[in-house]
């Protein structure tokens, strides 16, 4: 089984940055591939970023192509999600997730991870 703990949350100005960070306090990270999510007041759960086991192959939804990165260090057990040029539409609470696939066939399927962490709020708003 595996669990995370999700930082790096908080509130920023339209165009700033922020990096979100997902550690692995049980289990090996190495052994999943990533996503990220992010859940906004009265929407529903969307999928922003994945990346897979090997940390050879990325994928990001188009509202944040070109904003946002992902990247892993499997020897940290950490998972980052590196956001800049941030609009207020970034607003929610962001979520990692592990799948047991090497490469998800459907990056942005929710279905297809079996765990998640418990949410970074961020909020983008001058």
């Known amino acids: 089984q595996l669990q995370f703990v999700e930082s790096g949350g908080g509130l920023v100005q339209p165009g700033g940055s922020l990096t979100l960070s997902c550690v692995v306090s049980?289990?090996?990270?190495?052994?999943?591939?990533i996503g990220w999510f992010r859940q906004a007041p009265g929407k529903e759960r969307e999928g922003v970023a994945c990346i897979n086991r090997s940390g050879g192959s990325t994928n990001y939804a188009d509202s944040v192509m070109g904003r946002f990165t992902i990247s892993r260090d499997d020897a940290k057990n950490t998972v980052y999600l590196q956001m800049s040029a941030l609009e207020p539409e970034d607003t929610a609470a962001y979520y990692c997730?592990?799948?047991?696939?090497?490469?998800?066939?459907?990056?942005?399927?929710?279905?297809?991870?079996?765990?998640w962490g418990q949410g970074t709020q961020v909020t983008i708003s001058s």
């Open positions: 997730a592990a799948s047991l696939f090497s490469t998800v066939p459907d990056c942005y399927n929710s279905n297809l991870y079996t765990y």
């Open positions: 049980r289990g090996a990270l190495g052994n999943y591939a």
